[in-house]
């Protein structure tokens, strides 16, 4: 089989975990999930490690997120790290590094998913994963189909079609891309067997990707053949190409720029414990809790809860948080802010987001 490369998407506004998280610390800096003391962005890196190692790791952030992405990925080479100089959405992230990928490996496959998940099955994750790229292998455009463990509506959904090889079930097709459902939907999706959670990873070959998005983001695809023809003269050359033009590309995501557009789109099915560890009240669900339904972090932190349940604690090490007679709460203390909420109300998060935008808050 061809060669693995691994890229990982890796931007990200720091809100849905305010106030832990910050503009200049986004969640995949975070441990959120799993051992408690692992950043995610580290986690995903060595998850796919028997894949691709580092030095087939592209890592697509910021520039002003290269010294944090570098303490959390320390073996990362240099030219793995692709700076954005201006966020543009997922489109242009994904079509520099197949570009980025194909000056080295013509034939690669690619992998590419995001830095902020967490799995619990690993093993299965990654076997999908391999399934997932000796498909794309043979020139088709594949994607990880979550196998749903409860009607949910904050997720986007994958009507699996036919087995494309008769009596093995590991690949199939996509009939269509489904946008976030509502309550009743969601709960038809659940029981009706046929739809997968959306989880945003996509498996191909490198020139197939190109292909596609030169048919379908043609502007997209000249920018990047500038980009691609500067790099080819020398790093410096290249990192001008992409100051100049980055900026100008379309702000776009990969999903509505290409995959939900492409005729034919294979879907690997896998049951992992996959989570996108979108709020607070995901980061609850992940956490070790005691009897009575609460988590403290950092784990064995000096937390009182006298007849308080399934409450999410976040503290500094060493000092002391408090609750009585409370339920269901997110407390999160940091040295420059304090939340209090309902855990129940944890995707309204950005409400307070809005607030601070409005006050030009230091805090963000």
């Not at 009507?159 to 969601?186: M, N």
């Not at 980055?246 to 099915?269: A, F, T």
Request: glycine share 10%.
């Amino acid at each position: 089989m061809a060669s693995v490369y691994t890229v990982i998407m890796a931007g990200g506004s720091g809100t849905r975990f305010w106030p832990l998280s910050r503009k200049a610390r986004p969640k995949q800096f975070l441990p959120l999930a799993g051992d408690g003391t692992t950043a995610l962005l580290t986690a995903t890196a060595r998850r796919v490690e028997s894949l691709s190692p580092l030095s087939h790791t592209l890592v697509v952030t910021r520039e002003d997120l290269a010294d944090a992405t570098r303490e959390a990925l320390p073996g990362l080479p240099e030219e793995n790290l692709l700076l954005e100089p201006v966020g543009r959405n997922t489109a242009p992230c994904v079509a520099w590094a197949t570009h980025t990928v194909l000056r080295r490996d013509p034939e690669a496959v690619l992998v590419v998913l995001a830095a902020d998940a967490f799995i619990e099955d690993e093993g299965a994750f990654v076997g999908a994963l391999q399934t997932a790229a000796r498909a794309a292998s043979r020139g088709s455009v594949v994607t990880l189909g979550i196998q749903p463990t409860r009607p949910e509506t904050g997720y986007g959904y994958l009507h699996a079609g036919e087995v494309v090889l008769p009596g093995d079930p590991s690949v199939r097709r996509v009939r269509a891309f489904v946008e976030k459902p509502d309550g009743p939907r969601a709960e038809a999706f659940f029981r009706g067997g046929e739809h997968l959670w959306n989880a945003g990873i996509f498996v191909y070959r490198a020139d197939v990707m190109r292909a596609a998005v030169g048919r379908y983001l043609p502007d997209l695809a000249q920018a990047m053949t500038e980009i691609d023809s500067a790099a080819r003269e020398g790093p410096a050359e290249g990192a001008r190409a992409v100051g100049r033009l980055y900026g100008g590309l379309p702000n776009v995501s990969i999903d509505v720029g290409v995959m939900e557009r492409l005729e034919d789109v294979l879907v690997v099915p896998v049951s992992c414990g996959w989570s996108d560890v979108g709020s607070w009240q995901a980061a609850w669900e992940l956490a070790p809790r005691d009897p009575e339904g609460n988590a403290v972090k950092p784990s064995g932190a000096p937390a009182v809860l006298v007849e308080a349940r399934g409450n999410m604690v976040v503290a500094p090490e060493g000092k002391v948080v408090a609750l009585l007679g409370v339920d269901d709460l997110v407390v999160v203390d940091t040295p420059d802010a304090l939340l209090v909420m309902p855990r129940a109300r944890a995707q309204e998060l950005k409400k307070i987001i809005d607030a601070l935008n409005t006050r030009k808050d230091r805090a963000l």
